[in-house]
Structure formats: C-alpha cells, structure tokens
C-alpha cells in the first residue's frame, strides 16, 4: 500500500516570522497543500493572487452553529466567507459549536444545552444547503474542553460526531482535530473508525504542546496505518506550532504519514 493522503500545513502556525503570504509560497513550494484561520486579518486580493489554493479556512461566524436568537446572522456571514473562499479556492470551512472569541478561547455561555444541540443540528444542515450550492463542505471541528478551550459546549469529538450523523448531509462533515481529541477523549483508532464516513478532513498535531508529530504522546504511524487499511484518502492537515528548525519539523510531519 502506498500513501494516498493529501497532506497540509496550517500557515498561522509556521515560519511565523514571515509574511503570511509568503508561508503559503513556501509551504506550496514544499509540496504541502495550505490552510489557514479567519480571512478577515489577511490581504485576500494578495493571496489570491499567488493562485495557490488555501485547501481549508476557519469560518468565523457572528454567532455559532449553536446559537439560535443569531442563527440568521451565522447563515449570512457564511454566505459572506463563502465569497472570499470561492476567490482563494477554499472547498472547506471550519465552523465550531460555540463561539471562539479573541485568543480560541471559548466564551461561557448560559444556554440550555439541549437547544444548543438542536440549533446546531438545524444550521449545520442549513450550512450544508449552502455548501452544496457553492461547491464546498462546512467542517464542524471538535475542540479539547481541557488546555485550549475549557466549558466550551458540544465540543468533543462525541458530540460533533452526533450532530453531523444526524445532519446526514454531504456538504457537512466533521473536521476530525486528533490533537483535540487526544487530550479530550483518547482512543483515537477506534474514533477514526467511528468517524471515517463523515470525516471532511483530519487535522492533527502531537500532544502535549501541539508541536509536530514526533514532539509528544500520539502513535502517528499507528494512526497512518489505520487510515491507510480504512482507505482513508483524504486531507491530513498540521495544525500545530513547528517552531526553530521548520523544515526539519515539517519532515517529521511528512514521515509520519509516508505510507509504504
Ligand atoms: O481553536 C482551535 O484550537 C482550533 O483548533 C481552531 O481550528
């Protein structure tokens, strides 16, 4: 078996004492597809310019999937990010189940959770409808309610896996963040597994510190190999700090999940 997975790097998280433009050439010309968080602190009209897709962006909603008195809100600034992702060739956007606010930390919210769960359910399928118009996948991500992003609601793996099982629709998948998962839930082979139909995309990075593969805990062969006898095709996404020697990082990153 040969590797079959498309393997990018989050450009927030790289050479980050470069120009953003300028991480994507060079993660590009490194033969690594390109991501990145929110559009709104970037020279869209340059990126665009380099012609080099960015595979996956972070969908900063006003409001959250979750939240029901901004639901039309979260639908219309979609409909807004939708734009700027079609000009940057973007085919995923990562959306969450509460809100992030300035850090990634998670805004404490007084709602019942119940009808968090279902407003979810609804705007993900109503995000879904939208995707499929426009050609692209909205990604609810599960986050870790532990380091990064405590008493944030509907977060873990278990519960966007739920909400996008029962959305049942192509154009809403999950955003399977191993990292988040590690430190949440663990059991990472048997989530793989749980998950595979509804995975839009896999983001990974080792745990603890988020640094590359090979900096923490995590049996990356042993999750490459997984995917490998699943078939899993699709994106394996870094998004994790590699800091000193970049390359090198990115090299353990791309060994990980070089296949034979
Ligand atoms: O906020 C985080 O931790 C994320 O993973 C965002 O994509």
């Not at 700027?84 to 709602?111: D, I, M, N, Q």
């Not at 959770?113 to 991500?141: I, V, Y």
């Not at 988020?210 to 699709?234: C, D, K, Q």
Request: include cysteine; glycine fraction near 10%.
């Amino acid at each position: 078996m040969t590797q079959s997975f498309t393997l990018a790097v989050c450009a927030e998280m790289v050479y980050e004492d470069l120009p953003f433009v300028e991480r994507v050439r060079i993660l590009d010309s490194e033969g690594f597809a390109v991501e990145m968080w929110d559009s709104t602190s970037k020279d869209v009209a340059k990126l665009e310019s380099t012609g080099i897709p960015i595979v996956s962006m972070t969908g900063y909603l006003e409001g959250s999937v979750s939240d029901r008195e901004n639901a039309h809100r979260v639908i219309e600034t979609a409909a807004e990010l939708v734009e700027t992702a079609k000009r940057l060739g973007c085919t995923r956007l990562v959306v969450h189940s509460a809100e992030l606010v300035a850090g990634l930390a998670a805004r404490p919210t007084f709602r019942p959770l119940g009808q968090m769960w279902f407003t979810a359910r609804d705007t993900m399928l109503r995000l879904g409808d939208l995707g499929a118009l426009h050609g692209l996948t909205f990604c609810l991500e599960n986050l870790n309610t532990v380091v990064d992003h405590p008493g944030i609601p509907l977060a873990r793996a278990k519960d966007t896996l739920e909400i996008i099982r029962e959305v049942n629709h192509p154009n809403a998948r999950m955003m399977l963040d191993l990292y988040h998962a590690q430190i949440g839930e663990g059991n990472l082979l048997q989530l793989i597994r749980d998950s595979l139909p509804w995975i839009g995309e896999i983001q990974v990075a080792d745990v603890p510190g988020r640094g590359h593969p090979g900096t923490g805990e995590i049996n990356f062969s042993a999750i490459a190999a997984e995917l490998t006898v699943l078939g899993y095709e699709g994106t394996i996404g870094l998004e994790g700090w590699v800091r000193g020697d970049v390359a090198a990082g990115l090299d353990q990153f791309r060994k990980a999940f070089a296949v034979e």
